[in-house]
Nanobody, 123 residues
Framework: QVQLVESGGGLVQAGGSLRLSCVASGHSFSRSGAMGWFRQAPGKEREFVATSNWSGGTTYYSDSAKGRFTISKDNAKNTVYLQMNSLKPEDTAVYYC???????????????WGQGTQVTVSS
């Protein structure tokens, strides 16, 4: 059973930074796997934020995340990170980590999901 556990959320002022972490356990993903970040704001649908292939050499971002957020991986620790800079109130959401057995860029179909971590950005 794969488990994804996110951490690092919290309350931050606009313009500040946070780094989210997601540790995967229970399965060793192959080199064709991928991990990503999504978010869901109150009253809105879940949306894609960023994704990375197994090596971390190929990444994709949503338009809202480009230039401000960075996804990275530490495969030795089975961990994926999301560094978020220049945060805005509209970034307020529950952020979810996800893992997939195959990487198809922004079309990746995720097999496993974490429980989410709350990020709140105050103005």
């Amino acid at each position: 059973q794969v488990q994804l556990v996110e951490s690092g959320g919290g309350l931050v002022q606009a313009g500040g930074s946070l780094r989210l972490s997601c540790v995967a356990s229970g399965h060793s993903f192959s080199r064709s796997g991928a991990m990503g970040w999504f978010r869901q704001a109150p009253g809105k649908e879940r949306e894609f934020v960023a994704t990375s292939n197994w090596s971390g050499g190929t990444t994709y971002y949503s338009d809202s995340a480009k230039g401000r957020f960075t996804i990275s991986k530490d495969n030795a620790k089975n961990t994926v990170y999301l560094q978020m800079n220049s945060l805005k109130p509209e970034d307020t959401a529950v952020y979810y980590c996800a893992a997939a057995h195959g990487f198809l860029g922004t079309m990746t179909k995720y097999d496993y999901w974490g429980q989410g971590t709350q990020v709140t950005v105050s103005s």
